[in-house]
């Protein structure tokens, strides 16, 4: 039997020594780790992120990480083995509050968790239940790949932005000059970008090189 559109598939994790749903979990999570930061609109099961007025913030994506960071860090075994992903030693180095980078980087992961907030309740296909813990392993699972992974994506998607305007004002006859106003908005943000990124590479001497490369 094919699994309907849109339908979640429930995963199962120990915390504190018992097995919850994070289907359940997700109001339970955020109670816990984001309200104290977060206190108004703090449920994730309910925020609409549709509104980028709702996207996580800094102190969300802080608190995220540091439960992340003390499941790498305490070797306690759970039902999702986090010891076992790829690179997890630079993946705890992103992570840890003590990092010199530290602010750099959880700005940079709030980031992160609004793009992977797609495979939640905002798209057809919710995958994460918008649970906070699932939306931050699908970022880190990219991360494993590249620590550059999302100032990489900021790039594409902006160089993308470009080419398609160039295309329209290309083949336009009428509202030109609007398109030229939004070419020079796309370049602004190529720029910035591209200066993101490189902030991003000057900024990896505390996390350590990957030892897997590629698939």
Same mark, same amino acid.
């Given at each position: 039997?094919?699994?309907?559109?849109?339908?979640?598939?429930?995963?199962?994790i120990?915390?504190?020594?018992e097995?919850?749903?994070?289907?359940?979990?997700v109001?339970?999570?955020?109670?816990?780790?984001i309200?104290?930061v +977060?206190?108004?609109?703090w449920?994730?099961?309910?925020?609409?992120?549709?509104n980028?007025?709702?996207?996580?913030?800094?102190?969300?994506?802080?608190?995220?990480?540091?439960v992340?960071?003390k499941?790498l860090?305490?070797?306690?075994?759970?039902?999702v083995?986090?010891?076992?992903?790829?690179?997890?030693?630079?993946?705890?180095?992103?992570?840890?509050?003590?990092?010199?980078?530290?602010?750099?980087?959880m700005?940079e992961?709030?980031?992160?968790l609004?793009?992977?907030?797609?495979?939640?309740?905002?798209?057809?296909?919710?995958?994460?239940?918008? +649970?906070?813990f699932?939306?931050a392993?699908?970022?880190l699972?990219?991360?494993?790949?590249?620590?550059?992974y999302?100032k990489?994506?900021?790039?594409?998607?902006?160089?993308?932005e470009?080419?398609?305007?160039?295309?329209?004002?290309? +083949?336009?006859?009428?509202?030109?000059?609007?398109?030229?106003k939004?070419?020079?908005?796309?370049?602004?943000?190529?720029?910035e970008?591209?200066?993101?990124?490189?902030?991003?590479?000057?900024?990896?001497?505390d996390?350590?090189?990957l030892?897997i490369?590629?698939?």
């Open positions: 039997m094919g699994t309907k559109s849109g339908a979640y598939q429930d995963v199962y120990k915390r504190e020594n097995m919850v749903s994070l289907k359940n979990d109001t339970d999570f955020c109670e816990k780790y309200k104290p +977060h206190p108004e609109n449920d994730w099961s309910t925020r609409d992120f549709d980028p007025e709702n996207d996580p913030t800094v102190a969300e994506a802080r608190a995220i990480a540091n992340v960071y499941d860090s305490e070797n306690t075994p759970t039902d083995d986090l010891s076992t992903m790829n690179n997890v030693h630079a993946i705890k180095a992103y992570l840890d509050p003590n990092s010199k980078h530290e602010a750099f980087n700005e992961f709030a980031f992160a609004k793009v992977e907030l797609e495979h939640g309740k905002i798209k057809d296909v919710n995958v994460t239940n918008n +649970h906070p699932l939306t392993m699908i970022a699972a990219h991360m494993t790949e590249s620590l550059t999302y990489r994506l900021k790039v594409m998607e902006a160089e993308g470009i080419y398609e305007i160039l295309r329209k004002l290309e +083949h336009s006859t009428v509202e030109k000059e609007k398109w030229y939004e070419l020079g908005k796309a370049e602004e943000e190529l720029n970008a591209r200066a993101g990124l490189a902030e991003r590479l000057a900024k990896m001497d996390i350590p090189v030892k490369i590629g698939d």
